[in-house]
């Protein structure tokens, strides 16, 4: 499956993007899908996932309350809201899917992940 994130741009402090993670080659609904950023000059961390079957999602602590992961089975689409931007959000996210479904927390970990996209960068400036 090849995933293509998009979304992403110079943004202000408090603006709420929806990023998007279109899906081509495959039908997402085979895969467990999350969301990773890497901001400059750290370490790729993970933001959210969702199951398959769409029915969990899971969150970073430092996005939860402000993100929401969803999935478009019919637009074989995955998509990441974020409100409330903050400068510390400056980052490229990148999308990623796995065939089946987690198992137990290993949503968090990149390394579970076999599918990536190319990633969307976002600026927040404040």
């Known amino acids: 499956v090849q995933l293509q994130a998009s979304g992403g741009g110079l943004m202000q402090a408090g603006d709420s993007p929806r990023l998007s993670c279109a899906a081509s080659g495959r039908t997402l609904s085979s895969y467990a899908m999350g969301w990773f950023r890497q901001a400059p000059g750290k370490e790729r961390e993970f933001v959210a996932a969702i199951s398959r079957s769409g029915g969990s999602t899971y969150y970073a602590d430092s996005v939860k309350g402000r993100v929401t992961i969803s999935r478009d089975t019919g637009k074989n689409t995955v998509y990441l809201q974020m409100n409330n931007l903050k400068p510390e959000d400056t980052a490229v996210y990148y999308c990623?899917?796995?065939?089946?479904?987690?198992?137990?927390?290993?949503?968090?970990?990149?390394?579970?992940?076999?599918?990536w996209g190319q990633g969307t960068l976002v600026t927040v400036s404040s």
């Open positions: 990623a899917a796995r065939w089946g479904e987690f198992s137990g927390p290993d949503y968090y970990t990149g390394s579970r992940y076999r599918y």
